[in-house]
């Protein structure tokens, strides 16, 4: 009887100690989900950027990070930020430019050989397109700056780290349910949305057999500098909560945990996929107390 006792305690401890172990284990890799992976971000312009919300959700699981900035003016807001995320790798590129995107890339790769990871979080269209009837405020120029800055970037900046990408890297873009959906003001947007989610299926096939994932998330409304450029954007906001299941619009932050399981090894199997970070405003077409006496 004793020896039975004795016996199934042995068995207790062995079990307790396997299960904390495994624990532990666990609490590690969550912890550190980009442990040993170079990341460069695109599209950080000042702390309120959803680029924010990633670079520090990807310090936070490991990452060593580099950021591109859009001109010098914007230098003084990303400064603080890449302290926090202990980066003093600062790169000027204007995406629009593609003498500024080879330079921009030579300069990172005199310090990282090779990397894991880019994030492309750029958007752009004139404000003249962003406010009013589309059929009546869509010109060609407009049309041409908001896919070139907002979806050939994409490519050109894929274009341009293929050369350095690691085995296993992976690639990851922003986008808005305006490319499927329409809604006012946000005009020409949507369909370079339309065409930056096209873009991001093409990369996909294009780089997958060099086993490079490519990705993006389609983020809920959040208010940013290039969202105040949609005009009434904060009744956007109201008709989000309203409309969500959640009942509310998302964070940064909520953006960034996506964004850092999409380009880990987490998430080795997901390519060219679309990921809504949006409370589920997607998938209603009504809200559930909408009909409510
Ligand atoms: N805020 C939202 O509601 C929302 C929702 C879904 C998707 N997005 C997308 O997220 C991305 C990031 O936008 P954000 O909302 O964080 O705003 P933001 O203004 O903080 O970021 C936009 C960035 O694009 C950069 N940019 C514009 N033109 C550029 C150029 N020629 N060269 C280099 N960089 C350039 C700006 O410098 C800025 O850093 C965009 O693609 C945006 O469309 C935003």
Known sequence: ??????????????????????????????????????????????????????????????????????????????????DE???????????????SIEKAFK???????TFDGLVHSIGFAPADQLEGNFVDVTNREGFKIAHDISSYSFTALAKAAKPYLNDNSALLTLTYLGSLQTMPNYNVMGLAKASLEANTR?????????NIRVNAISAGPIKTLAA???KNFRKM????????PLGRTVTTEEVGNAATFLCSDYAS????????VDAGFNISAMPLHELDE
């Open 1 to 82: 009887m004793l020896d039975e006792v004795a016996e199934h305690t042995k068995i207790f401890n062995y079990s307790i100690r396997y299960f904390s172990f495994t624990i532990n284990t666990n609490r590690e890799i969550i912890k550190m989900l980009l442990k040993n992976k170079k990341i460069v971000i695109f599209g950080l312009a000042n702390k309120y950027s959803i680029a924010a919300g990633i670079a520090k959700s990807m310090h936070k699981q490991g990452a060593e990070l580099a950021f591109a900035y859009q001109n010098e003016r914007l230098l003084k807001n990303l400064k603080p930020i890449a």
């Open 85 to 99: 995320c202990g980066s003093d790798l600062l790169i000027e590129c204007d995406v629009s430019d593609d003498n």
């Open 107 to 113: 300069s990172l790769t005199s310090k990282w050989k």
């Open 202 to 210: 093409f990369l996909a096939a294009s780089m997958g057999r060099d």
């Open 228 to 230: 105040s450029g949609v």
């Open 237 to 244: 906001l109201i008709q989000h909560s309203n409309r969500a």
């Open 269 to 276: 199997g997901i390519t060219g996929e679309i990921t809504y």
